[in-house]
């Protein structure tokens, strides 16, 4: 699981050679349209080449 602020924001799979399938929740095919927030971490940890966030983050 994957934590965005205090919820789960989504799920990732690791696979070899680096690849990570993720999959954003309560979206459609437009992350951005429905979760910006969540499709900005995505975006972010991509470009900066750092893993998900996998434990809850304190307010």
């Known amino acids: 699981m994957k934590f965005d602020d205090t919820q ?11 690849r990570t399938f993720a999959t954003v ?14 499709a900005l971490s995505l ?5 900066k080449g750092t893993p ?3 434990t809850k983050t304190q307010p």
């Not at 789960?8 to 680096?18: C, I, L, P, R």
């Open 52 to 54: 998900l966030p996998t």
């Open 25 to 38: 929740r309560e979206v459609g095919h437009q992350v951005p349209r429905y979760q910006p927030g969540r």
């Open 43 to 47: 975006i972010t940890h991509f470009l």
């Open 8 to 18: 789960v924001g989504g799920y990732a799979e690791v696979y070899g050679g680096g």
